[in-house]
């Protein structure tokens, strides 16, 4: 008999967590204004809100943190990690920050003017948010496979071409400070890039002489990807595909939270010394001095080791198959969820899930709240409340899709955990036609409304 994988760790230490009842999670619910980012962690049982700096961290990046050098400048915690991201990122320069969002400040405090646009695969909200800030344009140039959730394609994270030519064409290159790139790409469902993709995209900007930035919060889910589903890449190391993928890049920002295997971080890498130094000045007025950047010293050794670890392939064969086993056990119970299912989340089809509620009364957003009414499990909208207003009419925008995502932390769930979590959903699924309306939104902010919007049911 084959032996089957298994995961390439063991449990050291454990964290209660807390069960409720039915009518207390319906109180808290309501209490929370119907938000569940209002809702304190005693209150959820199993927490899939996010899978950003919710994992856990290894024995090594412990002692990482034991071994921090807290100097000001220059420290040792510091040196470690500017030889992972030289040696195996490949990038000669970097910037620590606190998390992903402020390397985008930093980045596109240096590049981004008022009117310029940025084409790229289904940019991420804060990424989105700084855009728009700076009255400039996020122009989603994601192939259409994307939008319909029972469409096979193996990289449905892909940057369609002629889109991207589009926007290059329609505008100078003035216009257009870069092309970023999302990998994965978590707006579309944790939905990898090809390395094919990658390069004809580096290739075509090229041309126009735009350069090629990833937001690389999953760049190792993206490798493991890579190596599963591109035939050239089957018996490259994941080190090796991370290099190269890379290679295509002028730089990066990076969320450490989720594939830096930390709990705080992020990083803006890039080749061009100017540009660095530049971002440099921007970093030490938002975050701190070039070798801290909002971080421990102990935080910068800890994803130092989090990278090396991150990017071996037993890790991410462990992480990416329990995702994946969610994802089946939904569709055996004939849940809608975007397929192929992707690397850190499963996404939840909830137009099709509750073909009764009306557009206009969140559907996403009601399903989270079912979930969590039901077994105390807490997912968050991917959709209308996400997408936020449009800044010029203020009508909401409805996204293509209206999800529900179930993002998986990083070796902190068991198997056991994924059943709770499907036989919830299912359970809530049973009862799918007798949910017939939605919520009504009481008070919003003007941006990044879905942190702290109130609700009321209809
Ligand atoms: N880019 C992507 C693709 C992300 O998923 C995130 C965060 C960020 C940038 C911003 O990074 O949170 O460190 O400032 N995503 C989290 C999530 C919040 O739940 O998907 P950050």
């Not at 992903?100 to 909200?125: C, Q, T, W, Y």
Request: aromatic content about 10%; some cysteine.
């Amino acid at each position: 008999m084959e032996l089957p994988w298994a995961e390439p760790y063991k449990i050291k230490m454990t964290e209660e967590i807390f069960t409720s009842s039915r009518e207390e999670r319906e109180k808290w619910i309501e209490e929370a204004g119907f938000n569940l980012f209002n809702l304190s962690s005693d209150k959820v049982y199993i927490d899939l809100l996010t899978d950003s700096g919710t994992g856990s961290m290894s024995d090594k990046q412990w002692a990482e943190m034991m071994l921090g050098d807290e100097s000001y400048a220059g420290s040792q915690s510091y040196l470690k990690l500017q030889k992972v991201i030289q040696d195996t990122l490949g990038f000669p320069y970097f910037l620590p920050t606190h998390q992903g969002r402020a390397a985008e400040n930093i980045l596109f405090s240096a590049l981004l003017k008022e009117g310029m646009v940025v084409p790229g695969n289904s940019h991420f909200d804060t990424t989105k948010g700084h855009i728009e800030f700076r009255k400039a344009h996020a122009i989603d140039c994601t192939i259409e496979e994307a939008f319909d959730i029972d469409d096979l394609h193996p990289f449905k994270g892909n940057i369609d071409l002629n889109k991207l030519e589009e926007v290059y064409k329609t505008h100078s290159k003035e216009q257009i400070p870069l092309c970023l790139i999302t990998v994965t790409c978590n707006s579309s469902g944790g939905q990898p890039v090809s390395m094919e993709n990658i390069k004809a995209v580096k290739e075509l900007s090229d041309q126009y002489g735009i350069p090629v930035f990833f937001d690389a919060a999953r760049f190792a889910e993206n490798a493991y990807f890579i190596k599963e589903r591109e035939a050239n890449y089957k018996d490259k190391s994941i080190k090796e595909i991370v290099k190269e993928m890379f290679s295509y890049g002028a730089g990066f920002t990076m969320s450490a939270k989720k594939d830096g295997l930390v709990n705080i971080g992020g990083l803006l890498a890039m080749r061009d010394e100017e540009l660095f130094r530049t971002c440099g000045n921007f970093g030490i007025i938002y975050e701190g001095y070039i070798t801290y950047g909002g971080l421990a010293g102990r935080d910068l050794g800890a994803l130092a080791q989090g990278l090396m670890e991150s990017t071996e392939y037993p890790y991410l064969q462990a992480r990416i198959h329990q995702v994946e086993y969610l994802g089946k056990k939904l569709m055996e119970y004939g849940i809608p969820v975007q397929q192929p299912i992707g690397g850190h989340a499963v996404f939840v089809d909830a137009l099709k899930f509750l073909p009764n509620v009306p557009r206009a009364e969140y559907p996403a957003q009601t399903l989270g709240i079912e979930l969590y009414k039901e077994g105390g499990v807490r997912g968050v909208e991917i959709g209308t409340l996400l997408a936020d207003r449009d800044p010029e009419t203020r009508e909401d925008r409805f996204p293509k899709l209206e999800l529900l995502r179930l993002a998986i932390p990083r070796k902190v769930y068991s198997y056991k955990h994924m059943d709770y979590i499907a036989a919830a959903l299912k359970n809530v699924y049973e009862r799918r036609n007798e949910i017939r309306s939605g919520y009504e939104i009481v008070w919003e902010p003007e941006i990044l409304r879905h942190f702290t919007v109130k609700l009321k049911k209809k």
